[in-house]
């Protein structure tokens, strides 16, 4: 069982950039949960947000530029 001290830390220890981009990828689904929500708005760096939105954005698109052509030809 963890005590409060332990989840204080948890809480003020900021996520990686893997843990950015996968929260990131979630809400691209829109299937965060209000709990994940406010745990990664207490956790996550604006910049690695930005970033990690960005690059996710960009797959998305040639993804779907891939598709048509592949689709099309």
Avoid: C, Q
Wanted: proline content about 1%; hydrophobic content about 50%.
């Amino acid at each position: 069982m963890k005590g409060e001290g332990e989840r204080k830390d948890e809480a003020k220890r900021e996520a990686g950039f893997l843990e950015t981009v996968r929260a990131v990828l979630w809400s691209f689904f829109g299937v965060r949960g209000k709990s994940d929500y406010e745990k990664d708005a207490a956790r996550l760096n604006p910049v690695h947000v930005i970033i990690a939105g960005i690059m996710a954005a960009a797959l998305f698109v040639f993804t779907l530029i891939m598709i048509v052509r592949a689709v099309t030809s």
